[in-house]
T-cell receptor, first 112, second 113 residues
Framework: GENVEQHPSTLSVQEGDSAVIKCTYS??????FPWYKQELGKRPQLIID?????GEKKDQRIAVTLNKTAKHFSLHITETQPEDSAVYFC???????????FGTGTRLKVLA | EAQVTQNPRYLITVTGKKLTVTCSQN?????MSWYRQDPGLGLRQIYY???????DKGDVPEGYKVSRKEKRNFPLILESPSPNQTSLYFC????????????FGQGTRLTVV
């Protein structure tokens, strides 16, 4: 079945450094790739998304890149701050299966 | 205020006692779904609904039931809960199908003893 692999599972960076989280999907019909941030004890919330007809999207310190040929997409956070510490989930959806599949999450720690 | 509301937030129950977790959204969204979140496993989709009276299985449907009689409500039913269903559950809704942002409820922490 369809799945989304996410790496790394944990990531520690120094404040001000960049963080990169990578995801690989299996369903070639996937066409929507959102990223969610979940702070401790809170619900997941969308931080950025990208569609299959776009290769890159940026929103201030956050960017997402998509490589459809290789079926992987990545989240890039620059100039990290302590408030970026959270669990980040990637996801992929498919118009073929109507499923919304999440990766297993990355716990990001930004060290002050 | 646009929101997805789940109830209850916390629930401790005993094995075999039927329970229902309610989910309601006020955004007129068509697509709704249920997820369970377990350490190391991320968010796994249990069931989803594309519209009223249209539901389908996600990746981990065993032991769960859902119904979608009204657009705003999507309850999750555990007919005979077991300890392996102890988890954090989230309901979510999306406008215009699943290829858009999912708005999550506050979560329901369920413990089955």
């Amino acid at each position: 079945g369809e799945n989304v692999e996410q790496h790394p599972s944990t990531l520690s960076v120094q404040e001000g450094d960049s963080a990169v989280i990578k995801c690989t999907y299996s369903d070639s019909a996937s066409n929507y790739f959102p990223w969610y941030k979940q702070e401790l004890g809170k619900r997941p919330q969308l931080i950025i998304d990208i569609r299959s007809n776009v290769g890159e999207k940026k929103d201030q310190r956050i960017a997402v890149t998509l490589n459809k040929t290789a079926k992987h997409f990545s989240l890039h956070i620059t100039e990290t701050q302590p408030e970026d510490s959270a669990v980040y989930f990637c996801a992929a959806t498919s118009s073929g299966t109507y499923k919304y599949i999440f990766g297993t999450g990355t716990r990001l720690k930004v060290l002050a | 205020e646009a929101q997805v509301t789940q109830n209850p937030r916390y629930l401790i129950t005993v094995t075999g006692k039927k329970l229902t977790v309610t989910c309601s959204q006020n955004m007129n969204h068509e697509y709704m779904s249920w997820y369970r979140q377990d350490p190391g496993l991320g968010l796994r989709q249990i069931y989803y609904s594309m519209n009223v009276e249209v539901t389908d299985k996600g990746d981990v449907p065993e032991g769960y039931k859902v119904s979608r009689k009204e657009k705003r409500n999507f309850p999750l039913i555990l007919e005979s809960p077991s300890p392996n269903q102890t988890s954090l559950y989230f309901c979510a809704s999306s406008q215009g199908g699943m290829n858009t942002e999912a708005f999550f409820g506050q979560g329901t922490r369920l413990t089955v003893v």
